[in-house]
């Protein structure tokens, strides 16, 4: 049998947000029921059954709905979204000895097979059978109650639920800045002021980068990131060519030309700015997501040596980001602008898809 909390705490019937091929948005209930919460009986070896409290809306989740996928991931079905969520934990299975009722976790999304190579070899972000909540057909995080390996539970002590979701994003952060190679006094550009740009920015000056660029197209967020890091230098990118927006980022670098740039639009005409505006020996990494097929200046990369790196999700960020955050070394707080009830997630969904709201991260209370 299960360890549970009592009844007072699970009185409210489990809901969830979904999508479709349709693109429709809804809330309305979800797996596992209230009963199979009470009876424990939905429960799976080493699983715990997790109180959502907090999610933070994605700029993936806003694609699922819009466009119906990103690249092979396809929405075929009612589906539900969310990846970036923080909770409690209100039951365990037997099998599980690390975690006891009551415990606040972070939750790390992906379900890995732990026997395929990326997984044996430390790089599970690679898993070859993963299950990744909301990337279809996987259901997501956003609902008041989930089941969900134990192990992928990460304990954040007295943290709040928000910064707990907000863990997803710097794990985002984290796995491009150590496989970049960002080092102290490195001059660094930073590609798109968006969520995953702001955190990257944030891990970037920890890391002593100097200086750091940070571009967009909107101002709105530009004076953001300077309010976050007040030593950034942003510039405004406008309808030009990546040749000639190049001089223009090398001047707001003071004359230098960045050593790696963080992209993290996965916007074509990105990325070639980017690659335009490395030195010779630079290094581009692509942390952002976008069409199947693009256009690269090709001989620009060849001719001036520089790497064009990839990532995808990432892999033992958790315990790091949690460290991070608990001491005080990231402050991820002033990214929550806007805050809405799960019932209310509708109106969340359309404020983080509307430029005009200003918002940057918004998130979904359970």
Known sequence: MTTSTSIQELSKPNIAVYTNPAHDLWITAAQPTLE?????????????????????????????WHAGRIGP????????????????????????????????????????????????????????????????????????????????????????????????????????????????????????A????????????????????????????????????PSVRTFKVERRTPEENRKDIILAMGGIEASIAMECTGVESSIASAIWSVKFGGKVFVIGVGKNEIQVPFMRLSTREIDLQFQYCYSNTWPRAIRLVRGGVIDLRKLVTHRFDIEDAVAAFKTAADPKTGSIKVQIRS
Do not use: W
């Open 36 to 64: 199979e919460l009470k009876d424990g009986s939905s429960l799976e070896d080493g699983e715990v059954t997790v109180g959502i409290k907090s999610t933070g809306i994605c700029g993936s989740d806003i694609h699922f």
């Open 73 to 192: 991931m396809v929405v075929e079905d009612t589906h539900i979204l969310g990846h970036e969520s923080a909770g409690v934990i209100l039951a365990t299975h037997p099998s599980v000895m690390h975690l006891q009722v009551g415990d606040r976790v972070a939750i790390e999304p992906n379900i890995i097979c732990n026997k395929c190579e990326p997984c044996l070899t430390g790089r599970y972000n690679g898993c070859e059978n993963v299950k990744f909540r909301s990337t279809p057909p996987v259901p997501g995080l956003l609902r008041r109650y989930v089941n969900h390996p134990a192990v992928n539970c990460h304990k954040i002590g007295d943290m709040s639920y928000e910064e707990g979701a907000l863990l997803e994003p710097l794990s985002v952060a984290l796995a491009g800045i150590q496989r970049a190679g960002v080092r102290l006094g490195d001059p660094v550009l930073i590609c798109g």
């Open 194 to 229: 968006g969520p995953i740009g702001l955190v990257t920015l944030s891990c970037c000056r920890a890391a002593g980068a100097e200086p750091i660029v940070i571009t967009d197209i909107d101002q709105g967020r530009l004076d953001f990131a300077k309010k976050l890091v």
